[in-house]
């Protein structure tokens, strides 16, 4: 229950072209649902995150869409630039977990220029 | 801007070692985790840290392993004696709060155990 699923894996978009990443989860004590940014070598960063009390959240080219019915959020990337590729994690957590975060399993972008 | 940082950023050490990896949080912040990710894995949660006591821990988080804040800035990772699949990138994380605004990753210490 405390699972987070991603998917892609992987995705391939052209320059210019909406990258969308999906997560479902199950605990319905979740909220607060962050998207990391990875690159090679390095640490998560934080990208854009949603609380369920909204339905979207847009910040720039990146947009959080949030389906509490469903349990199920997005990441769209629009405009999707070469230099978005990266692994991209959406993750959860609750005030009640003890803030642990718990990762999806990542989807590797690739935006071919 | 202010950053989470990492020493060292990669530890070689030989299987049975203890290894200690250090972190330091954003200033402010209150809450200190540790994650590690597994080659082309998933990040994993290992332990959380609040008022100077563990607030929640993973199953991965055995015996093995242990955390303390020594001072008013540092925080570290101990694993008493290391094994082959210790192998990771080892994250420490900082936030403000329970993780509700955000919790920020450093640049990850490369744990190799041969």
């Known amino acids: 229950q405390q699972q987070v699923k991603q998917s892609p894996q992987s995705l391939i978009v052209q320059k210019g072209g909406i990258s969308i990443i999906n997560c479902a989860y199950e605990?319905?004590?979740?909220?607060?649902f962050p998207w990391y940014q990875q690159f090679p070598g390095k640490g998560p960063a934080l990208l854009i995150a949603i609380r369920p009390d909204v339905s979207e959240k847009k910040e720039g080219r990146f947009t959080i869409s949030f389906n509490k019915s469903a349990k199920q959020f997005s990441l769209h990337i629009m405009d999707s630039q070469p230099g978005d590729s990266a692994t991209y994690f959406c993750?959860?957590?609750?005030?009640?977990?003890?803030?642990?975060?718990?990762f999806g399993e990542g989807t590797q972008l690739t935006v071919n220029p | 801007e202010p950053e989470v940082t990492q020493t060292p950023s990669h530890q070689v050490t030989q299987m049975g070692q203890e290894v200690i990896l250090r972190c330091v949080p954003i200033?402010?912040?209150?809450?200190f985790y540790w994650y590690r990710q597994i080659l082309g894995q998933k990040v994993e949660f290992l332990v959380s840290?609040?008022?100077?006591?563990?607030?929640?821990k993973s199953e991965i988080f055995d015996d093995q392993f242990s955390v303390e804040r020594p001072d008013g800035s540092n925080f570290t990772l101990k694993i008493r004696s290391t094994k082959l699949e210790d192998s990771a990138m080892y994250f420490c994380?900082?936030?403000?709060?329970?993780?509700?605004?955000?919790?920020?990753f450093g640049q990850g210490t490369r744990l190799t155990v041969v």
């Open positions: 993750a959860a957590t609750s005030g009640s977990s003890g803030s642990r975060l718990t």
């Open positions: 840290f609040y008022n100077n006591e563990i607030s929640e």
């Open positions: 605990n319905t004590a979740f909220d607060y």
């Open positions: 994380a900082s936030s403000v709060d329970r993780g509700l605004s955000g919790a920020f």
């Open positions: 200033s402010n912040h209150l809450y």
